[in-house]
């Protein structure tokens, strides 16, 4: 059998092809689009990968898919108008977003809200909490492979989802804050049946130690895996979980300047000294715990009197400036509201999120873990989309 | 000592805040600035409340930083923005953006036509960074003017790397230009996008096509003047 010119060429052909292909792979290294549409992004984020083989030699997050503009759109709305659409900004804890922009305007107007409100926000407040991280406490199994805590996950947030909804009237976007207090007191029955859905989320805080924690797979796959060291965190300004999962015990429920009540309770900030995947799921889930804590104890102390201060019918925000921050699901939020006085909205409103800072630290972070590993981080430092565009 | 720049307001304010005991822990954070900056530098400083707002010459922007970070322990990076301080009463009161009226450079340009906030300011736009001290619970936070026309300032990359999203943020969103920043590229907008969407100037184009309907929110309840104390809101706010 003779071969012929045209197939020595076609050989050769196919071996340069296969080789420059070996080259690139090894030499360039294969760039890898992750998202905008993959389950561990939640919602549209895309992440930009240089591989060398298996392992990430560079990563780029990129944002914007959802960048709806509120920062403009806070100036052309007034006061009353602003918390629809920041209710918006982190979806699975909407009441939270609502509290520190309220918070910030009471505190341009001089006014307070009594007692009674403020408690009933710190209630609300943590039950946003617990449907945010409860919902990724699930999800983490998710994203390793582990399908049933997801469900159970979707499942008992319901009972905290119906809670919110019977109080506010909407399962996800409350808008039940107002400039002075509460849109309205809590609904007949209701404090025992938060009792009753307290219990079963400690139940669900224990399945998930069960299947996650103590398993030997998701240990595996976590431990040692995407560890950040404390000064870097704090040069990338990382908060919440994330922050005390690398050793730092801040807790702006307790050290913040907001007038909540969480500090005539009794409970406690967890950290982590390890910083890895392992520490952020760990303490997220000993959050949660302690959440349903602080909600029995609120409801149990829950002081009587109205649930609105008086305010002026037409809210009228004198001139000022004033940063307010609080410890939501996700880490520190803050509103940087400046009003000049005019009988519309906030002059400038800047919105402070904190997936926006956690997120910007994933391309330090991928920098040199496998592709398999880069789903565990990514879930772990556990971020929302809406939280990072706006 | 505080300073409100509008002098409407200037002359209650000052009276008012003469009284107010002064916080040592916020002064002392003010004094260790005014000491390594050299006073010259440190333009104002308004304590308030449990915070305290410090404007720097735009020259020391990136000194101040790094004393509040390595004097002051102010190692955790909160946010880096920017205020457009030109008034555009279409856009700030009324909330009706008129293209008619818009024509040519408008009513509000020109020297005088901004008002400043909390430790004042002399140029258009203001650069604002929070740092706060994760141990001590005690934050800051830094102004600079950025200038009017082509606003500029030193990029704070060096000292925090967390500084990088934030300056491309208000890059694209400004317009303002951060030396030494190692890429300024586009975070949210496309990359040929087109203007700085949160320059006060730049028009809403949703309220060209349809006024806000809550426009009526703004406007006076029935017999009654602004200032009334009622005890429901729920009127202004359906």
């Not at chain 1, 549209?44 to 560079?58: A, C, F, H, K, S």
Request: with cysteine; proline share 6%.
């Amino acid at each position: 059998m003779t071969v012929t010119d045209y197939q020595k060429a076609a050989y050769v052909a196919g071996q340069a092809a296969d080789a420059r292909i070996n080259f690139e792979l090894e030499a360039e290294g294969m760039t890898l689009n992750m998202g905008p549409q993959h389950p561990a992004t939640h919602g549209t984020l895309r992440i930009i990968l240089r591989l060398d083989g298996e392992q990430v030699v560079w990563a780029e997050p990129v944002c914007g898919y959802m960048h709806r503009g509120y920062e403009k759109l806070c100036e052309v709305r007034d006061y009353a108008q602003v918390t629809t659409l920041i209710n918006r900004i982190d979806w699975l804890g909407s009441f939270c977003n609502e509290v520190p922009f309220v918070l910030a305007a009471e505190r341009l107007m001089g006014i307070e809200a009594p007692p009674r409100a403020q408690w009933i926000r710190t209630i609300l407040f943590e039950m946003g909490r617990i449907a945010n991280v409860g919902l990724f406490l699930g999800e983490m199994g998710a994203q390793l492979g582990a399908l049933t805590p997801v469900f159970y996950a979707f499942r008992d947030r319901e009972y905290v989802l119906n809670l919110i909804e019977g109080a506010t009237g909407g399962r996800f976007h409350p808008n039940f804050d107002r400039i002075g207090g509460l849109k309205d007191d809590l609904p007949k029955g209701w404090i025992d049946e938060a009792k009753g859905a307290m219990r079963r989320l400690r139940d669900f805080c224990d399945e998930m130690d069960d299947l996650l924690v103590g398993n030997r797979i998701f240990q595996e796959r976590t431990r040692g895996i995407g560890v950040i060291p404390l000064d870097v965190a704090l040069e990338y300004g990382l908060s919440g979980a994330n922050i005390r999962s690398s050793g730092l015990d801040w807790d702006l429920r307790r050290d913040g300047d907001h007038g909540l009540p969480y500090n005539e309770l009794d409970w406690k900030v967890w950290t982590h000294p390890d910083g890895d995947s392992f520490a952020r799921y760990w303490v997220r889930l000993q959050e949660t715990r302690e959440a349903t804590k602080i909600v029995d104890q609120l409801l149990d102390g829950l002081p009587s009197g109205p649930i609105k201060a008086k305010t002026p019918a037409r809210i009228r925000v004198p001139k000022g400036e004033v940063w307010l921050h609080t410890e939501n699901p996700l880490g520190e939020m803050g509103y940087y509201v400046v009003s000049d006085g005019s009988p519309g909205g906030p002059f400038r409103c800047k919105i402070r999120t904190p997936s926006f800072s956690n997120v910007s630290i994933s391309s330090w972070l991928l920098r040199g873990v496998y592709v398999p590993d880069v789903i565990t981080i990514l879930a772990s430092l556990y971020f929302i989309l809406g939280d990072i565009d706006r | 000592m505080s300073r409100l720049s509008s002098e409407a307001d200037a002359p209650t304010e000052a009276s008012g805040e003469e009284l107010a005991p002064v916080d040592p822990t916020r002064q002392a954070v003010v004094d260790v600035l005014r000491d390594a900056l050299g006073a010259e530098h440190v333009l104002d400083e308004v304590i308030e409340g449990n915070d305290v707002w410090v404007r720097v010459a735009p020259t020391v922007w990136r000194e101040a930083a790094n004393v509040a970070r390595a004097a002051l322990g102010m190692t955790y990076f909160c946010f880096l923005s920017a205020i457009d301080w030109k008034q555009n009463p279409e856009l700030g009161g009324q909330k009706l953006w008129d293209p008619d009226a818009d024509a040519g450079e408008g009513p509000s340009d020109g020297p005088g036509a901004w008002t400043t906030g909390k430790a004042g300011g002399d140029t258009r736009f203001q650069v604002v960074c929070r740092l706060y001290n994760v141990t001590t619970h005690v934050g800051l936070t830094l102004k600079a003017d950025a200038g009017d026309d082509n606003p500029r300032i030193d990029s704070l990359v060096p000292l925090f790397r967390g500084a990088d999203w934030h300056e491309r943020e208000t890059w694209e969103m400004y317009g303002i230009d951060f030396e030494g920043h190692p890429g300024l590229r586009h975070l949210y907008l496309p990359t040929e996008f087109e203007g700085y969407p949160l320059r006060k100037d730049f028009p809403l184009l949703a309220r060209e096509v349809k006024p806000w309907p809550g426009l009526v929110n703004v406007e006076g309840l029935p017999g009654e003047e602004a200032g009334d104390t009622d005890e429901s809101a729920e009127g202004g706010e359906s």
